[in-house]
């Protein structure tokens, strides 16, 4: 009988994180989520499959508690997602320093601590494991007033490639890239959709299916130190106007 596989995932309690979730959740894992949304978080059904802790993934404390309570609920951990990300525009002039720490807390250094805190758990297994970090397109290209998140992003897919380095054979790390994901619920325009080479924007299940492949050994054993570029062909689309 296969054993049972445990992965934890950041900001899981709404849109393309709980999609991940979900999608685990479905296959037959058990599942850990933290994310500062406690109301979200309340939304899941209770299962003895899912453990849910409100906690802040750039306070080293609630990593630490956080691992502790996986540990004790499911014994073992096999693959960490880090989700968990906060952004949004600001003209570079008017960006303060503190607004620019804050998303280098959440979007790198959290990523950091939970790799950090994580990985001993994980390697206490005799398997292999693996970690998934999402990035995004903005680690590649950019539009004026991104700054932090842009350089956050981008220092993920860094992080990636020299966690997989420190980590193997034991430990497979490879980073997504998002292009434009659809929020639960949010609808957009024809021409939003159609300026996408594939006709659409991105959907949940989009991200959530190649995360999963990416975490299955058996499928994607012989894949590590990437990034995957999920955007509908935005990012191969030359313009100028
Ligand atoms: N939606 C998109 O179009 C898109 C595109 C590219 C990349 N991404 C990336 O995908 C990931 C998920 O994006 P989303 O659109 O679902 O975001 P979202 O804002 O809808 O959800 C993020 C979740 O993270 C949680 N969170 C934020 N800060 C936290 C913290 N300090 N500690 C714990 N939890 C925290 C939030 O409570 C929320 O539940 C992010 O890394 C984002 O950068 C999204």
Same mark, same amino acid.
């Given at each position: ?31 850990? $989520? $933290? ?10 059904? %209770? ?35 880090? *989700? @968990?990300? %906060? ?34 758990? =994980?390697? /206490? *297994? ?21 700054? @932090? ?15 997989? *380095? ?7 790390? *490879? ?8 929020? /639960?619920?949010?609808? $957009?325009? /024809? ?16 991200? @959530? ?7 299955? /050994? ?11 570029? %999920? ?7 030359? =313009?100028?106007?």
């Amino acid at each position: 009988m296969q054993q049972e596989r445990v992965m934890v995932i950041t900001g899981g309690a709404k849109n393309i994180g709980k999609g991940i979730a979900l999608e685990f959740l479905n296959n037959g894992w058990k599942v850990g $989520i $933290i994310d500062l949304d406690e109301q979200g978080l309340k939304e899941f059904p %209770i299962s003895e499959d899912l453990l849910t802790y409100w906690g802040d993934v750039s306070d080293e404390c609630a990593v630490k508690d956080f691992y502790g309570k996986v540990k004790s609920r499911f014994g073992r951990l096999d693959v960490l997602i880090n *989700n @968990a990300a %906060i952004g949004g525009f600001k003209d570079f002039l008017q960006l303060s320093v503190a607004e620019w720490s804050r998303v280098i807390q959440v979007n790198l250094t959290g990523y950091f601590l939970m790799a950090r805190f994580g990985v001993p758990l =994980i390697l /206490e *297994n005799p398997g292999t494991g693996a970690i998934i970090n999402i990035s995004s397109t903005r680690a590649l290209m950019s539009e004026p007033g991104n700054e @932090a998140y842009s350089a956050s992003k981008a220092g993920i897919l860094g992080l990636t490639h020299a966690l997989a *380095n420190s980590l193997g054979p034991k430990i497979r790390v *490879n980073a997504v890239c998002p292009g434009w994901i659809l929020h /639960e619920d949010e609808i $957009i325009s /024809e021409k939003e959709h159609s300026q996408h080479l594939v006709g659409r924007a991105g959907t949940i299940k989009d991200i @959530a299916q190649l995360v999963f492949f990416l975490a299955d /050994e058996e499928k994607s054993g012989f894949i590590t130190g990437q990034h995957f570029v %999920i955007d509908g062909g935005m990012t191969k689309k030359m =313009i100028y106007l």
